[in-house]
C-alpha cells in the first residue's frame, strides 16, 4: 500500500480522514484499509470502497474533526484552551454560549479569540506556502527524516530522526544483522522507535496473527518478546483485536477481503493463517471478463456472502481490572469496539471519568469484554438500535455500573 499517512497527508485528505493510494483507500486515524473494486456488505446493504470508508470515519471516529481535535497538543499546535474553543466553535455555539460553558470573560473577549484563531490560520496558510515553495527549490534535500507511520500514537520529538541515524541504532542494536538478535530492548525512545520500525517491518502486512503466532515470530528477535509485542501495539505499528484473538500490523491495515478472498480462492488453506472472518470482509467485483453474468443472480451470491458475514451487534463493556469499575455500551457492530480504544488512547471517549482513568492507569488496566450478542428479532417493525436498546439497559439493571461499581451516573428522574 502505498499513500499518505496523517502526519504528511494533504489538507484535502486530512478534511477527509483518508487518503486514496493505488490499492485502495486507508484510514488516516487507524489505518483501516479497504481495497478498491471490492463491496463491503453493512447492515444487509452494500458499499463500494470509498463509501464504506466515509462510513467507517463517522462510525469508528466520529468525524475527521474530532479525530484531529483529539490529537495530542504538540501534533496540532493548540493550547488547551484553543482546543476547547474550536470543539465549541465546531458545535455552531454562539459567543454566549462559549463564554457561558467555558466561564470566561465576555462575548467580546470570545471575539477576540475567533480573531486570534483566524491570525494563527493565515499564518499557517503562509508558513506551508513557503515550505512548498523551499520543496520546490530543492532547499530540504540535505536531511531525510524517517516518515511517521499512518497509526503513529504521538508526533513527538522521538521522530527527529534521520534515515542515517537510524542505520546507525539499528547496526548498533542488532550487532549481528537486521535479522539477528536485539541486544537490548533497555534503549532511549529514539532509538527503541528505530528498533519497533524494524521489527515491524519484519511482520507480514498481508496476514492475521495470533497471539501465539506473533509470539513465535518475535522471539527469535529478543527472549522478552511479551515486552515486544505491547510496545509494537503502544507506538501503533500493530493493532489487535479486543480478546486478543489477531493481531496485525497498521501498516497493512486490519485483516480484509485479500486474505479471505484468497481462502476462499483456495479452501485448503491453513485456517491458523487467517484467524475468524472479519465481519468487515469485502465481497470480490466480479471480473471484467465475467461481466456477462447475471447481475441478478450476482446480488443473490452477495446476499448469500453477506448472510455468512453478518455484523453482529451487541453489548460490551470496558472493565477496569483493579477495581472492577465497568462502562457499559451496546454497538451495532461489535468489531468496532476498536474505535472505543482509540478515542480513548486519543483522550476524545465521551465517558469523562472513564477517560481519566484510562489516561491514569494506562491501557493494560482495562480489558474489553462481550457481554452478550445481539439476536435479532424477526419482527419488522423493531429496529436493530431499539433491540440494541433494551438489551443494554438489561445489562445496566443487572451489573448496576454505578458509583463504585462503574462509571455511569443514574439518570434523575
Known amino acids: 500500500m502505498d499513500t499518505d499517512t496523517l502526519w504528511n497527508a494533504p489538507i484535502e485528505d486530512l478534511k477527509k480522514g483518508y487518503a486514496r493510494g493505488e490499492e485502495g483507500f486507508v484510514c488516516l486515524f487507524c489505518g483501516r484499509f479497504v481495497e478498491q473494486g471490492l463491496i463491503y456488505p453493512e447492515e444487509g446493504r452494500f458499499y463500494e470502497a470509498e463509501t464504506y470508508m466515509r ?4 462510525q469508528a471516529h466520529g468525524s475527521p474533526f474530532e479525530a484531529l481535535i483529539a490529537l495530542d497538543k504538540k501534533a496540532t499546535g493548540l493550547t488547551d484552551h ?11 455555539r454562539s459567543d454566549d454560549e462559549v463564554k457561558s460553558e467555558l466561564g470566561i470573560g465576555s462575548a467580546s473577549t470570545i471575539r477576540n479569540h475567533r480573531f486570534a484563531l483566524k491570525e494563527k490560520e493565515r499564518q499557517a496558510r503562509l508558513f506551508l506556502a513557503l515550505m512548498e515553495l523551499l520543496k520546490e527549490r530543492g532547499g530540504d534535500r540535505t536531511t531525510a527524516f524517517i516518515a511517521p507511520h499512518p497509526q503513529a500514537r504521538l508526533m513527538d520529538d522521538r521522530y527527529n530522526l534521520t534515515e542515517d541515524e537510524e542505520r546507525e541504532i539499528l547496526r548498533n542494536a542488532f550487532p549481528d544483522g537486521p535479522d539477528g538478535p536485539l541486544r537490548t530492548f533497555d534503549l532511549q525512545e529514539k532509538q527503541r522507535l528505530a528498533v519497533l520500525r524494524h521489527l515491524a517491518s519484519r511482520l507480514d502486512d498481508e496476514r492475521a496473527y495470533t497471539e501465539k503466532e506473533i509470539n513465535a515470530a518475535l522471539e527469535p528477535f529478543y527472549a522478552d518478546y511479551a515486552i515486544l509485542r505491547r510496545f509494537l501495539i503502544e507506538y501503533g505499528f500493530v493493532e489487535r483485536e479486543p480478546d486478543g484473538s489477531a493481531y496485525w500490523t497498521t501498516r497493512g491495515g486490519r485483516p480484509n477481503a485479500r486474505a479471505e478472498n484468497r481462502q476462499a480462492d483456495h479452501p485448503d488453506h ?10 468487515r470482509a469485502a465481497a470480490s467485483l466480479p471480473p471484467k471478463e465475467e461481466s456477462s453474468v447475471n447481475p441478478t443472480n450476482r446480488r443473490k451470491e452477495l446476499q448469500a456472502l453477506y448472510k455468512e458475514m453478518k455484523q453482529e451487534g451487541g453489548v460490551y463493556r ?10 457499559i455500551a451496546s454497538l451495532p457492530n461489535l468489531k468496532s469496539m476498536d474505535g472505543r480504544r482509540f478515542e480513548l488512547n486519543n483522550g476524545s471517549f465521551k465517558n469523562k471519568e472513564l477517560q481519566r482513568d484510562w489516561k491514569e492507569y494506562g491501557e493494560e488496566a482495562f480489558e474489553f469484554e462481550i457481554l452478550e450478542v445481539l439476536k435479532p428479532s424477526d419482527n419488522a417493525y423493531v429496529t436493530v438500535r431499539e433491540q440494541l436498546g433494551e438489551l443494554e439497559q438489561k445489562w445496566m439493571d443487572e451489573l448496576e455500573p454505578y458509583g463504585e461499581r462503574g462509571y455511569h451516573r443514574r439518570s434523575s428522574k
Do not use: M, W
Open 318 to 327: 470496558i472493565v477496569h481490572k483493579d477495581s472492577g469499575r465497568s462502562f
Open 82 to 92: 484553543q482546543n476547547a474553543l474550536l470543539r465549541l466553535f465546531y458545535e455552531g
Open 270 to 279: 491453513d485456517q491458523q493463517a487467517n484467524p475468524k472472518p472479519n465481519c
Open 55 to 58: 462510513r467507517h470515519i463517522g
